[in-house]
């Protein structure tokens, strides 16, 4: 990938990122904390724009994405999502998964 393509891919993530914290997560998040739960179905909005498989390789079900390209996504949950907890329940997958696919 040429740096051209990692800026344009970059800035459609981000944007696409933007959106969906916006839109999903930010109008519910305070009552979302307040209760101290999560919305199991944020898994399937999150997963259908393809941001709980970035990272990891096609054979697990995933996009294959260098970090450079997973950072914007982190930077705008966290930016326009406004929630800690909402972005390690999203993404907790990241915990577990690593080794699992080391193994």
Known sequence: MTADELREA???LSATVERFARSEIAPHVTAWDAAGEFPRALYRRAADLGLLGLGYP????GTPAPHALRLPMWVNLCRYGASGGVLASLLSHN???PPVLAL
């Open 10 to 12: 970059r800035n459609a």
């Open 58 to 61: 096609d054979e697990y079900g």
């Open 95 to 97: 915990i577990g998964l």
